[in-house]
């Protein structure tokens, strides 16, 4: 039998491409070469498909695109990839399986999955409802919100609302919010355009970081929190991970203390109470169901220090994924090995392939 080839989707248009990187460089390296193989698809900053067959140690430094611009140049023959259509040097033909290592806007939000459905290849992680969704953060807040799940109260609007000035938002934010509060964009990640907000004179200010990003914002009351998170695994039957604790060297998660603050540490499992525990995997399987999610997601929450109440905070569709973060660190808790939860991710990815497209197969094996 042939090997199944997967094709490992990194880089991307997104504020966090480098994050990609790093992710990938792990995912890549722990991929068992007897089992499968590897095809690289990096995507620049401008949202160009390279197909990459360097070393794997360029791709945190960047170095791959280069490399990969240079061997398109010598050999356009080979090195030339058709994202769409069927025949010679198509995705189509060059992968069996995509793994989308991407974060942020334009791959864990529905884009690149869509592209995968259309073009019939099976694919690891959420489907495009579910990465959509997710990755809204007022869209899941109101699905979450019909769930019944507890979450930090907020005021969502459009950007093209601060044209009327900033006043009734000050006004709003202090009779239905009180302070601190956090600004959001509602479709970014790894707190890319998220400030804190002790007071309202810092408001506006906010308002226009986090506009940069996004046409609709979020307002959200600051709770003075623990930050939890737990992993899961599948389509309709759900693996939960370990409950793990985030101890975010800066002040709260921002970019900064999430990828380049050594002191930054996670702790698993988490010291709560087994109760606490349970509730937040329950929470947690009926967040992942709510939205939509399969495959694999990591979701959050938040506690507060003194009433140990849970809040949902957000599910991440595609989670870091480097032999440091916290989603594998969950799954390994509960005795998988780092191999075996991509194994898993690409034996949930042909599950649910096979349900969907009932009798038109691309599995190798069968
Ligand atoms: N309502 C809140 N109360 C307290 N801290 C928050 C709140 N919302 C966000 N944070 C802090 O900001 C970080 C980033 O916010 P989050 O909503 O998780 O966005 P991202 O999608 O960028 O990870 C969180 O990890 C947490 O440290
Ligand atoms: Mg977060």
Redesign the pocket.
């Known amino acids: 039998m042939s090997k199944i080839r997967i094709g490992v989707i990194f880089g991307g248009k997104s504020g966090e491409h480098e994050v990609s990187l790093m992710s990938a460089t792990s995912v890549i390296r722990a991929i068992d070469p007897e089992k499968f193989q590897v095809v690289m698809l990096g995507i620049t900053r401008q949202g160009q498909w390279l197909l990459y067959e360097g070393p794997l140690e360029a791709l945190i430094p960047g170095e791959w695109q280069a490399k990969a611009e240079e061997d398109l140049r010598k050999d356009p023959a080979h090195f030339s990839l058709c994202i769409l259509g069927q025949g010679p040097n198509t995705l189509s033909d060059r992968i069996d399986f995509a793994l989308p290592i991407l974060h942020g806007p334009n791959g864990e939000d529905g884009t690149v999955q869509g592209l995968l459905e259309l073009l019939n290849i099976p694919y690891g992680g959420c489907g495009v409802l579910g990465a959509a969704t997710a990755m809204d ?1 007022v869209v899941a807040k109101k699905i979450f919100e019909h769930e019944g799940l507890r979450q ?1 109260p907020c005021i969502t609007f459009n950007a093209g609302e601060l044209e009327q000035g900033t006043d009734w938002i000050l006004d709003r934010v202090k009779t239905e919010l009180g302070y601190p509060v ?1 600004v ?1 964009p509602s479709n ?5 355009g ?1 400030s804190k907000v002790t007071e309202p004179a810092g408001l506006p200010e906010a308002l226009w970081t986090a506009a940069a990003y996004d046409e609709r914002l979020i307002i ?4 003075h ?1 623990r ?1 939890l998170e737990t992993a899961v695994l599948g389509n309709y039957e759900l693996t939960l991970g370990a409950v793990g604790e ?1 101890l ?1 060297a800066a002040e ?3 970019y900064k203390s999430k990828y380049f603050d050594a002191a930054s540490k996670i702790c698993i499992p988490a010291d709560i109470p087994s109760e606490k525990k349970q509730e937040l995997q329950d929470m947690a399987a009926r967040a992942y169901l709510a939205l939509g999610c399969q495959g694999y997601a990591r979701v ?1 929450f ?1 506690m507060d220090r003194d009433t140990m109440e849970l809040y949902i ?2 599910i991440n569709a595609i989670p870091g994924f480097t032999h440091a973060s916290m989603f594998p660190l969950l799954c390994m808790d509960i005795g998988m090995t780092y191999p075996e939860i991509i194994e898993r991710i690409v034996e949930l990815g042909y599950e649910r392939y096979h349900v969907k497209n009932k009798g038109d197969d691309r599995h190798p094996s069968r």
């Open positions: 953060k930090a956090f959001k970014m990640g790894s707190s890319v998220i959200e009351k600051g709770i929190c930050e985030i975010p709260y998660y921002d959050d938040l905070n957000e």
